[in-house]
């Protein structure tokens, strides 16, 4: 769980993208993404800060249907 510590936004949009995530829009400092061939996975909200907090990673992990192990391996 420590490895998921230090990610930052930028990263973890990149992650995403690399599974399929498309970004639709941005405003200010919020990426809004979205999966265009499944309609299982949720669209997601990624902060663009330095550093995104552990609870905030899992939970978007968790939105796009991965493990943490996943989308470690994407990165």
Not at 25 to 40: C, I, V, Y
């Amino acid at each position: 769980m420590t490895q998921l510590a230090n990610i930052s936004g930028k990263q973890a949009i990149r992650s995403f993208c690399k599974i399929g995530y498309e970004i639709v829009r941005q405003k200010g400092s919020h990426a809004r993404l979205r999966h265009p061939e499944s309609l299982s996975h949720r669209s997601l909200t990624v902060p663009l800060h330095r550093e995104l907090k552990i609870g905030l990673l899992h939970q978007l992990i968790k939105d796009a249907g991965l493990t943490a192990e996943e989308f470690l391996s994407n990165l």
